[in-house]
């Protein structure tokens, strides 16, 4: 079992920052996504870090903007959201894959663990 709590979402303005972060308890060395969900719309990726730390996606929407990083040590991932754009508004969620692959998944229903959500509303 693996329990995933978000933190650091919040309310800024458009061309802002905002720092989530990601703790995970129960085990370690597993691969961390971010998924966002806006009103309406179905859940979506967003970025990736493998399990070794040398695994890195994100979706275009975010490429340049955002940033994943993680530290084993403390089992915590983080995403550093820069440039927010009022599109980025949505409840953003950590979630956590156990399967050490090679190339980290960016489907959605490879994750079996999920964090409770944090939003983040940009503001125009």
């Known amino acids: 079992q693996v329990q995933l709590v978000e933190s650091g979402g919040g309310l800024v303005q458009a061309g802002g920052s905002l720092r989530l972060s990601c703790a995970a308890s129960?085990?370690?060395?597993?691969?961390f996504s971010w998924f966002r969900q806006a009103p309406g719309k179905e859940r979506e990726f967003v970025a990736v870090i493998s399990w070794t730390g040398r695994g890195l996606y994100y979706a275009d929407s975010v490429k340049g903007r955002f940033t994943i990083s993680r530290d084993n040590a403390k089992n915590t991932v983080w995403l550093q959201m820069n440039s927010l754009k009022s599109e980025d508004t949505a409840v953003y969620y950590c979630?956590?894959?156990?399967?050490?692959?090679?190339?980290?998944?960016?489907?959605?229903?490879?994750?079996?663990?999920w964090g409770q959500g944090t939003q983040v509303t940009v503001s125009s």
């Open positions: 979630a956590a894959d156990l399967r050490r692959t090679v190339v980290p998944s960016r489907k959605l229903e490879d994750y079996d663990y």
């Open positions: 129960g085990r370690t060395y597993i691969t």
